[in-house]
Structure formats: structure tokens, C-alpha cells
């Protein structure tokens, strides 16, 4: 199984390359996307990127069945996107916290778009056209920063802000 890059490995910032035509529907990319799932579900997550784990490709999945940290409302079931793009819609941005597997505890609060509509492919190169609002509006955002060599660490102005999973727990229900 590939494993998850450290926040400081430089392939977490290179800008990752398209998936041709012609992998669509491949065994390699079953088997990377099945991978990619299985970490989002063994590590509580709401989303992974290919580069995440040391693939150079436009790849994310993501969905918040796993998820240990946020209780979403409405269950967003798990879901592939390759070659991802983002149409923002709102001007509108709202703060939340976020966390990401390559930085191991650290959370912070980060700005992003409530509003925006998505495209991209499944895995067997069938288009997919959704729109999104909160917290699936963010994760794709998050998500696809990953493809574009961007952490969720870069978008954090105020620094002395990031905090830890444990930390916000504890302000959030003080002993
Ligand atoms: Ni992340």
C-alpha cells in the first residue's frame, strides 16, 4: 500500500499531471483508487489525494462515512473524482477548522468558498458535474490544493492559530 508523505517531502508541492484518456478504467488506477480509499477509512478521514501518498497524478476521493472528527449531519457517501476542477460561486468565504493526514495533529482555521460546482470524471471516464456547499464544498477545496502542490497550512494567515485535534477537543468540552 503506498504510504502517506510527511508534510515537509517536497512531492507534497509539486503541481500534480492529468490522468490521460487511456488510464481510465485501468487496473492501476482501480487498484490506486481502492488504496486511497482504504486510508481514508483506516485513518478517520474525510478525503485523500493522490499526491498525499507520493502519486504525481489529478486523483482525489473523499466522503465522511469514516469520519472521527466531524460530525456531518448528512452523510457524504464515498466518492472518486479525477481531474478535478472548481467552479467557486460565492464570494462568501467561512472559516473552518481543517486538518490534513501529512500534518500529522495540527488543525487550523482556513477560509474557503461555501458555494461552489465541481467537475471532473469517475473512474471509468464518465463525467461528473455536482454542486456543493459546506462541508463537501470544503473538503474538495482542500482536496484539490493537494493536486496543486498547496497545504492547508499555506492558507492559514494567522499562525499563532493552528492548534491540535486534542487542543480544540479540550476547549470544546473543558473537563
Ligand atoms: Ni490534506
Not at 98 to 123: K, Q, T
Not at 133 to 161: N, P, Y
Amino acid at each position: 500500500m503506498n504510504r502517506l508523505l510527511n508534510q515537509e517531502d517536497p512531492r507534497l508541492r509539486t503541481i500534480a499531471e492529468p490522468v490521460p484518456m487511456d488510464v481510465f478504467n485501468s487496473a492501476w488506477l482501480k487498484e490506486l483508487v481502492h488504496s486511497m480509499l482504504e486510508i481514508m477509512k483506516a485513518k478517520g478521514a474525510v478525503g485523500v489525494a493522490a499526491p498525499q501518498i507520493g502519486v504525481n497524478k489529478r486523483i482525489i476521493v473523499f466522503g465522511t462515512a469514516y469520519s472521527r472528527r466531524r460530525r456531518s449531519e448528512v452523510i457524504i457517501p464515498d466518492a472518486i473524482l479525477i481531474n478535478p476542477v472548481i467552479e467557486h460561486l460565492s464570494a462568501e468565504k467561512e472559516s473552518g477548522y481543517e486538518g490534513c493526514l501529512n500534518c500529522a495533529d495540527l488543525m487550523g482555521p482556513v477560509a474557503r468558498s461555501l458555494e461552489i460546482d465541481y467537475a471532473g470524471y469517475h473512474i471509468d471516464g464518465r463525467p461528473i458535474k455536482k454542486h456543493a456547499t459546506g462541508l463537501e464544498a470544503r473538503i474538495l477545496q482542500h482536496e484539490v490544493d493537494h493536486l496543486d502542490g498547496l497545504l492547508f497550512l499555506d492558507r492559514i494567515e494567522d499562525k499563532a492559530s493552528l492548534t491540535t485535534y486534542e487542543k480544540l477537543k479540550q476547549e470544546e468540552n473543558p473537563a
